[in-house]
């Protein structure tokens, strides 16, 4: 009976350790542009390999990739050959299939290495929008000196000329929601931001507009 005890004593102890773990990675809803105007790395790529380095008390993956194309991080590392990324997910570690997909990947640069995770921008390159593509290619660029902020009750209400109100949380949507998937905020004349669609050029008449 004793060692019964015991052995509930530890799997109860473990299992609770884990739970907590498990609810360990939070992370606060992003709108793709500034995704990508926080990272140092944006690439469209391929996995090609995957392989588990012993550091850390989870341990580290890293991922081998072939780069199709780069859309932020010329500067820093012209061509990224590995992703790294936790272990685990409760580490908020991202999991990529390899030779399956190509996916968009953003990151930071630590120590000459690219670092994801859950929190970072990364999706199958096949279920981007066009609109997404398209912010990637140049939109969000021209975005990057305008901030989104994201409006959780109404009303909300832009407090400087830069901002563009992101109302996908209103939905429980979070990133996935409509602008997060169809516009991005363009910064106009005299420095106002305002949402652009993506179906034809930006209108230079529209300023500060927070509605999409």
């Known amino acids: ?3 019964w005890l015991s052995f509930l004593v530890v799997f109860l102890c473990g299992w609770s350790l884990r ?11 992003i709108h793709p542009q500034d995704a ?3 990272s140092d790395i944006v690439i469209r790529a391929k996995v090609v390999g995957k392989k588990l380095m012993k550091d850390g008390p989870f341990g580290t993956m890293r991922y081998t990739v072939k780069q199709m194309k780069m859309y932020r991080g010329f500067q820093i590392m012209p061509h990224v050959q590995y992703i790294y990324t936790e272990a ?14 190509q996916y968009l990947i ?3 640069v630590y120590e000459g290495k690219v670092y994801t995770g859950l929190c970072n921008w990364y999706e199958k390159w096949e279920r981007l929008t066009l609109s997404q593509r398209k912010g990637l ?7 990057c000196g305008c901030k989104i902020r994201p409006c959780y009750y109404l009303p909300c209400f832009a407090t400087s000329k830069n901002e563009c109100i992101w109302t996908d949380m209103l939905s429980n949507f979070g990133h996935s929601g409509y602008q997060a998937k169809h516009y991005a905020c363009i910064q106009r004349v005299e420095g106002y931001c305002s949402w652009y669609r993506g179906w034809a050029p930006p209108d230079k008449t529209i300023i ?5």
């Open 137 to 143: 290619n140049h939109r969000y660029h021209l975005g």
């Open 208 to 212: 500060n507009a927070t509605d999409p």
């Open 106 to 108: 953003t990151g930071r």
């Open 19 to 29: 739970d907590l773990v498990a609810e360990a990675c939070t992370c606060v809803p």
């Open 88 to 101: 685990s997910e409760s580490l908020c570690g991202v999991k990529l299939e390899v030779n399956k997909y």
């Open 36 to 38: 990508f105007c926080n």
């Open 1 to 3: 009976m004793t060692a």
